[in-house]
């Protein structure tokens, strides 16, 4: 069973920087054969695909390109989201994810484990 452990959210003014991490445990291949990614919730509002990560592809959302980026290090097992510029909209409960499929198009569907999510706020 894959767990999912996060970290790194809190609260920032617009304009600051967050850095979120995710540590993933109990999968069965390379770390390297899976696909990472984050996603987020806002109060209301469905959950939207962030950014992926896989061997081959990175992948954005419109809204983040440019101010957020995703890395993974293969060696701790974990994968990270830099959120730079961060604007009020960008305010949600934050995912990661881990998926064997390709998960290029950000699809919730397309990931199996998930994190327990944690709390991004930004403040004007």
């Known amino acids: 069973q894959v767990q999912l452990v996060e970290s790194g959210g809190g609260s920032v003014q617009v304009g600051g920087s967050l850095r979120l991490s995710c540590t993933a445990s109990g999968f069965e291949n390379s770390y390297d054969w899976y696909c990472m990614g984050w996603f987020r919730q806002a109060p209301g509002k469905e959950r939207k695909g962030v950014a992926a990560?896989?061997?081959?592809?990175?992948t954005y959302a419109d809204s983040v390109k440019g101010r957020f980026t995703i890395t993974r290090d293969s060696a701790q097992n974990t994968h990270y989201l830099q959120m730079n510029a961060l604007k009020p909209e960008d305010t949600a409960v934050y995912y990661c994810a881990f998926s064997s499929n390709d998960c290029s198009r950000l699809w919730a569907a397309d990931f199996r484990y998930w994190g327990q999510g944690t709390q991004v706020t930004v403040s004007s």
């Open positions: 990560i896989s061997r081959t592809t990175t």
